[in-house]
């Protein structure tokens, strides 16, 4: 009697020859694990405090209020306040402190687009993108772009101008707020904020470093005062 032809799943499996055997998966570093543990806890703990995230959210009512903080941290009203301030100014002095400021903004408007786009994190899933003027870069979270400009105009406020203590205490308070209510609204991650707080701190520096001033840069002073 013929022998039953076995089935296909009954066959042994062909052994790999040596070439083709499945390369070892290398285990991920430590450095890997931390990583993908903090950003784990990032977006746990982000979505916790988006409280402000909508409407409908724990403090939903709170939200007018900090997206009023969102326009006031914003490239344009920066700008454009730097702008009037600079057709505005009369002395020599206040102009030099205007044009440096103007400076700095545009500088973090590219620094931030630049690290935005080659990191190219998602803004929080629970974040409504209402934002007020956003360019195409700005789908994307890390870092926060108000807490890079809020750092930065802190210690640029505090560089140059002479304010009186309470004063300054609230410039100070104004930027850290500026950060946490990103969070709050939604609009980002902890560690977005966290770093764009160091960077803008950072950002400074660079502005110190190439400070313009009718020495180092006569021709665009010159043009001015003329
Ligand atoms: C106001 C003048 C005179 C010129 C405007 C020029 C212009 C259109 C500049 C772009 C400003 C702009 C849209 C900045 C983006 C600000 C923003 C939404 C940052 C994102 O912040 P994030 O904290 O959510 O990362």
Not at 17 to 42: G, K, N, T
Not at 99 to 119: E, I, Q, R, Y
């Amino acid at each position: 009697m013929p022998s039953p032809r076995s089935s296909p799943s009954r066959r042994a499996a062909p052994v790999p020859s040596p070439s083709r055997r499945a390369a070892p998966v290398p285990s991920p570093s430590c450095a890997a694990v931390a990583l993908r543990s903090l950003l784990a806890a990032d977006l746990r703990v982000s979505r916790r405090l988006g409280v402000c995230a909508g409407e409908r959210s724990a403090w939903g009512s709170a939200r007018p209020l900090l997206r009023l903080l969102e326009v006031s941290g914003h490239g344009v009203p920066w700008l454009a306040g730097t702008l009037y301030g600079l057709g505005r100014s009369e002395s020599p002095a206040g102009r030099e402190v205007l044009l440096n400021l103007l400076f700095a903004l545009v500088l973090d408007l590219v620094l931030v687009a630049v690290v935005k786009g080659l990191v190219r994190r998602r803004r929080p899933t629970h974040n409504k993108m209402d934002m007020f003027v956003t360019i195409s870069v700005d789908k994307y979270s890390f870092p926060s772009g108000h807490a890079t400009r809020a750092a930065m105009v802190c210690r640029f406020v505090l560089h140059h101008l002479v304010l009186a203590i309470p004063l300054r205490v609230l410039v100070v308070l104004w930027a850290i707020i500026v950060g946490i209510s990103r969070v709050m609204l939604g609009r980002h991650n902890v560690t977005d904020v966290a770093f764009g707080f160091i960077m803008g701190y950072m950002q400074y520096n660079v502005v110190k470093y190439f400070w313009l001033s009718p020495l180092n840069a006569p021709a665009l002073f010159g043009a001015w005062n003329q």
